[in-house]
């Protein structure tokens, strides 16, 4: 997907940039592939790919939950997907990128300080650890491409306030969804909603997964990550 594709794919969305967030993007984009010289960011390193597969995927988010200036937290952000680039198409957003990986959290800053970009900040933790202290908090929770379902609402849900909505970007959810009932209840979630589509040109199948938080979730999650690897809810 070429720019000009991009600015015409995101008018759809009902999305349309200013010359200096698109400026951002670029500037965010060759960071990436400098840094991505020195160690692992992404794979996909072509322009025509990020601006796809990562730039335009991550604010596919909109056709699931319209963005203001909610407090966001995107968890196993990475090199800022999807959190870095709502913060750049939205700025009115207050946004905590968390990852487990200091190197990515070191890009991230980078970022963050090359863009001058406001009210946005990095946290170096692990999910689960960091929503033992962590709770209710959060307007929205973002995920893309981080864990299954199951641990990310364990560790995802506590981080929200009452009301608070996570949404998770995957390509396939179906395996994902067996016996899930059981987590709803636990941690008081309703109203989920799935969206399908597909990402423009390469035609891959997209899901937009989004569940509401309706009640304080009990202290006693998220539990340790070798329970939570081991034993459903
Ligand atoms: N969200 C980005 C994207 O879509 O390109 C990154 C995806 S990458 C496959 C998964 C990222 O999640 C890694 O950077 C990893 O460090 C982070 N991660 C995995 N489990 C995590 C956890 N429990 N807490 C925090 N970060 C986690």
Not at 117 to 126: E, F, H, P, Y
Not at 159 to 181: A, Q, Y
């Amino acid at each position: 997907m070429n720019k000009e594709a991009f600015i015409k794919e995101l008018t759809k969305l009902n999305i349309n940039l200013t010359k200096e967030q698109l400026n951002q993007l670029d500037t965010y984009y060759h960071l990436l592939v400098e840094e991505n010289k020195k160690y692992n960011l992404t794979a996909i390193t072509e322009e025509k790919d990020v601006y796809l597969k990562h730039f335009y995927d991550s604010l596919t988010i909109v056709k699931g939950i319209k963005l203001t200036n909610q407090y966001l937290c995107d968890i196993g952000t990475g090199a800022g997907f999807p959190g870095m680039v709502l913060k750049i198409a939205f700025p009115e957003l207050k946004i905590d990128l968390l990852d487990a990986t200091n190197k990515k959290c070191e890009f991230l800053k980078m970022v963050i300080d090359k863009l001058n970009l406001k009210d946005i900040n990095v946290i170096n933790a692990r999910c689960e650890e960091y929503a033992l202290t962590t709770r209710e908090k959060y307007d929205l929770v973002t995920s893309r491409a981080v864990a299954p379902l199951k641990h990310l609402l364990e560790y995802s849900i506590p981080l929200l306030k009452i009301n608070g909505t996570f949404i998770s970007l995957k390509s396939n959810l179906k395996e994902e969804m067996e016996n899930i009932d059981n987590y709803y209840q636990k941690l008081f979630l309703s109203d989920e909603k799935i969206i399908k589509f597909k990402l423009p040109y390469e035609e891959s199948n997209r899901t937009l997964y989004i569940i509401n938080k309706k009640r304080t979730t009990p202290s006693v999650y998220p539990r340790t990550y070798s329970q939570i690897k081991k034993k459903a809810i």
